[in-house]
């Protein structure tokens, strides 16, 4: 902090009289608004010499060209810590938000979102004027290696931590068929890589781009993309297609856009940016169980599934493969109307405990593997929970029974108090070693006994591994 008073001492002439933090974005940078009777600035400190530079010279750069970014006021001679122009607090992104609850006039939103696009085409070609690209972080230019990066990424940290089962070396043969279909044009143009609602500040009235040090050279297709297909931004297909038109109008000044062939190329890069979305929502999610990025998934698995089918023919066993991920139940978006619904899951510990996806967190995880498995016994192996033979042996045993009505009389209140308060979300779950006998059991007979118990109540049974949901 005190690298930062220095910075704001030398330009402004005092110390600052309030220091603020501002809540930053997935990196390991620090953000704090600076404010004295001298003036108000945004101070930055991050560990990363080279992307700290990358931003740096990028906002000189692109301030010198008449792109609407942030000034840069001063920097530290170590390159740790820097000032830069305090644009506000009005993100585009919750502008979006806000028109879709009533709260923001939907044609101003509109009309911004248009123009946001019209002026990406300036920063792709103008920006890449004369831009040295050797001081981008972490490398110049959008090449196999970043493609092969980003697949791999999606595949260790959202399709591994999913639970599907897949062959690894055939879909990696189709990752190399794609990676060559998206590297096939060069391009002299700069690549935002960030370029979405959340990096647009509106100030004054007009759109000012921020969070662009990730950028580099690459093609014009991956920033459209990124924005018009952003996943927690839910955009309608009247939407999109208005702010390509906006794009593509602008386009023109600098190139003659065949649309037909512009949008089949576009298609490739709307499948690989939700590829790539999908793991960082994976790692900070599905890893790090963060809930907001947990959250975000369906959102992006909706988008993925509506454009997969069309790259059946290129990439057969990609698609299929993702096309069996889009069906996974724990990923499917769930709209509320105001009715309380209860989720019932089975699941394995080896696999991991059931991520909430309404973002509510919280409910209850029961552990069933204290029960006598019927796994262990040959006739059963092949048999769940939901079958007579392993109903019989659990219930003739006599132990499930007991420990099924403990967990009633936990939950039943539970869901009375949920109801009578307007709560629209309970999630619980059983696990056992293979998520297949003794939680199936359990999650079966309790979905059963608050559908019975409580008509007012939605109930979703979940069998994980066994990739069945029921409505009951």
Request: charged share 25%; aromatic share 12%.
């Amino acid at each position: 902090m005190e690298r930062l008073n220095i910075l704001y001492k030398s330009e402004y002439g005092c110390i600052p009289v309030s220091v603020t933090p501002l809540t930053g974005s997935a990196s390991n940078r620090r953000y704090f608004r600076m404010t004295s009777d001298s003036g108000t600035c945004i101070g930055v400190i991050g560990t990363d010499v080279k992307e700290n530079n990358a931003f740096v010279t990028l906002a000189r750069h692109f301030r010198a060209k008449g792109i609407n970014v942030p000034e840069v006021y001063a920097v530290s001679e170590d390159m740790s810590a820097y000032l830069q122009e305090d644009l506000g607090d009005c993100v585009l992104f919750d502008m979006v938000m806000a028109a879709r609850r009533g709260d923001e006039d939907i044609a101003k939103v509109e009309a911004l979102l248009d123009k946001t696009m019209s002026m990406l085409p300036v920063i792709q070609y103008d920006g890449a004027e004369g831009l040295d690209f050797s001081i981008c972080y972490p490398q110049p230019s959008f090449d196999r290696r970043m493609v092969m990066f980003d697949l791999n990424y999606f595949k260790y940290c959202f399709l591994k931590p999913s639970g599907l089962e897949f062959d690894e070396v055939l879909l990696q043969d189709d990752f190399e068929r794609f990676a060559d279909d998206l590297l096939k044009e060069d391009t002299d143009t700069f690549l935002y890589r960030d370029f979405n609602a959340r990096n647009v500040m509106i100030c004054g009235g007009e759109p000012y781009f921020i969070d662009f040090q990730g950028g580099r050279r690459g093609p014009v297709y991956y920033d459209v993309a990124s924005f018009v297909w952003q996943a927690r931004a839910k955009y309608p297909a009247g939407s999109k297609e208005r702010m390509l038109d906006s794009y593509l109008t602008a386009l023109a000044g600098y190139r003659d856009p065949d649309r037909d062939a512009f949008m089949e190329r576009l298609d490739l890069f709307i499948l690989f940016r939700l590829l790539q979305v999908l793991g960082a929502y994976g790692f900070r999610g599905l890893v790090e169980q963060k809930s907001s990025f947990v959250t975000s998934i369906p959102a992006a698995i909706s988008e993925l599934k509506s454009i997969v089918p069309g790259f059946s023919g290129l990439y057969p066993y990609m698609t299929g493969t993702l096309e069996r991920l889009c069906a996974l139940p724990r990923f499917q978006e769930q709209a509320s109307d105001g009715v309380l619904e209860v989720r019932v899951c089975s699941f394995s510990y080896k696999k991991g405990i059931p991520q909430d996806m309404s973002g509510n967190g919280g409910g209850y995880v029961f552990d069933c593997r204290s029960i006598h498995n019927p796994g262990r016994y040959e006739p059963y192996r092949k048999l769940t929970g939901r079958d007579e033979p392993v109903i019989r042996f659990l219930e003739d045993d006599g132990e499930i029974l007991q420990y099924l009505e403990y967990i009633y009389g936990i939950i039943d209140p539970h869901i009375g108090t949920y109801a009578r308060r307007g709560f629209t979300s309970l999630m619980i779950s059983f696990g056992c070693t293979g998520g297949q006998h003794r939680s199936v059991y359990c999650a079966e007979h309790l979905a059963r006994h608050i559908a019975e118990k409580f008509p007012a109540v939605r109930v979703r049974l979940i069998h994980r591994e066994q990739n069945i949901t029921e409505l009951l």
